[in-house]
């Protein structure tokens, strides 16, 4: 598997060329299905005076030794040098990829990436269903539980479709969980879609979807897609930054959603630019589906509220939005949430 496309000017450190003669590359990342990595990647426009590559791992929270890989592949041909890693099953890594010329001056580590093992399946409790009510997910990132000590999975087990990124030199702005908006999916081939499908029993559910502009190379405009769940278009043509024109703003997008089919299933694809996601979050509200409301931001069985700022913290409150509405501050909202004229729900 390769991914020969990356996003214009990935984020990375540079340095003054009078003291590296090469500049950091955009790394890539791929994964095979046993937990894996199959192949990390490095690109460039210029790579003209590179006479090799070394190749940097460490765990989630460590620091970087010696090189796992010290050498020259051969380019594929859309110009992509690959490079086969092995880790143990089950663990995660974060990799970065630096170039050098010949003369042993070696370039600033390129922007790094991340992978997670996919988390187990659920086990079924005594006497109960092993499907859960609720989720959170990291996208894109590590297991890691929240400043109000909810606890999100790693990303991996329900997705398929696009890349996870993780760059910890990102600084979000408008939460107090910086964390969560420093990995991230998006999706680098327009002919498939972001895809999570989330097993759950039948039900009504509320959905939050969080999401942050990371790249500042980017307007309002360039980044436009679509979001789908359960089938339904819940955000049409969604811009972030012409939400919050302030690249690494968090802005978080919820809806109440019935589930009928034993899965809750949310899309994300292309319109003009590659979509991406942060965070996402689903909590019971009614064990029985309630059919058709309308209004929010979405109708056709959906209601949906929109936040900017907060972020995804505890006790329902994330980013400040409540359902049917828009805000930016993140301390009016409620502490519980559900659709109006409906039982008001905590994210558990």
Known sequence: MQLVRSLPSAPSLR???????????????????DARIQSL???????????????YTRD???????????????????????FDLTLPDGSSAIVAVTAYDAQGLESPLSNERQYDPPAPPASPAPGGSALPTSYRVNVG?????????????????????????????LQPLATS???????????????????????????????????????????????VFDVRVESQLVLDDLDL???????????????????TDGSLSVQLAEEVW??????????????????STGGGSTGGGATGGTSTGGGATGGGSSGGGSTGGTTTDPGTSPPLMGAPGQPQVAMP
């Open 141 to 169: 990132g590590a297991a890691y539980t929240d400043s109000a000590g909810h606890v999100w999975e790693a990303d991996g087990a329900y997705v398929s479709g696009g890349t996870a990124m993780y760059n910890s030199r």
């Open 60 to 82: 989630v929270g460590g620091t970087y030794g010696v090189p796992a890989f010290d050498g020259m592949p051969a380019p594929d041909a859309s110009g992509v040098y690959h």
């Open 15 to 33: 340095r003054a060329a009078a003291t590296f003669a090469v500049v950091a590359g955009s790394a890539l990342l791929a994964a095979d299905a």
């Open 241 to 259: 930054l012409a939400e919050s024109p302030q690249w690494r703003t968090a802005i978080t997008h919820e809806f109440d959603i019935d589930v």
């Open 177 to 223: 969980d910086p964390f969560l908006f420093q990995s991230l999916r998006y999706d680098t081939d327009p002919a498939t879609d972001i895809h999570y499908e989330l097993p759950l029993p039948d039900g009504r559910y509320h959905v939050r979807l969080h999401f942050m502009e990371a790249w500042d190379e980017f307007v309002a405009g360039q980044r």
């Open 274 to 291: 590659q979509p991406t996601l942060s965070a996402l979050e689903v909590a019971l509200v009614s064990s029985t589906p309630i059919g």
């Open 41 to 55: 990647g490095w690109q460039h426009a210029d790579t003209s005076n590179v006479a090799g590559f070394r190749v």
